[in-house]
Structure formats: C-alpha cells, structure tokens
C-alpha cells in the first residue's frame, strides 16, 4: 500500500520544504497539521473502532493522508502567493549597517 503512494510522500515533502525555504511557513504546518490529525487518525480510528481490520488496513488512512497533503501542497505551490512573501519584507542589506 505504501509502495503506491510513495511519489505522493517525496512531493509532499519536497513542496514543504519549498515553502518554508520561501518564508512561507505557516501552510507547510497547517498542511502537516491537517492530514496528521483531521485525516490520518480520524480514518484510522473509525476504521479500527468500528470495523475491526487488522492492522494492515491501517495503511490505507496513511495512504489517504499523502495523497490529501501532495494535492493541499500542489494547490499551494501552483497558487503563487509563496512566491511573494518576500516583497512586503524589509529585508537587512549588511551595506546599510
């Protein structure tokens, strides 16, 4: 299960890291934030508690997680606005001391 979603762990981990490089800090977390507790554990746990899978259904919230961060991630990159953080930032120049 994992194998399939692999390519969706490296660009929801490279996009981040894109982000956060651009000053753009706050979305990388609230996507973290989102699919760690809003879907990863959420589906996990109604899957355990109320259909009594074993634990390699388990995977399968884990797999629905990636897939949800790579596509908030891709909408967030593509959007643009990351690519502005900086403008509006009064940015230290060593030669003004």
């Known amino acids: 299960i994992q194998a399939f979603v692999e390519p969706c ?3 929801s981990t ?8 651009a000053g753009d800090t ?6 973290s ?3 760690m507790w809003l879907v ?18 388990i995977w399968i919230p884990m797999a629905i997680d990636w897939i949800v961060r790579t596509l908030i991630c891709v ?6 606005k990351w690519l502005h953080l900086w403008d509006d930032m009064k940015v230290y120049d060593a030669k003004e001391g």
């Open 9 to 11: 762990v490296a660009i």
């Open 14 to 21: 490279v996009i981040p890291g894109i982000l956060k490089g």
């Open 26 to 31: 706050r979305w990388p977390f609230l996507i």
């Open 33 to 35: 934030a989102i699919g």
């Open 40 to 57: 990863r554990i959420t589906i996990a746990w109604i899957v355990i508690r109320f259909f009594q899978v074993g634990l390699v259904v």
């Open 75 to 80: 909408v967030r990159y593509r959007g643009g």
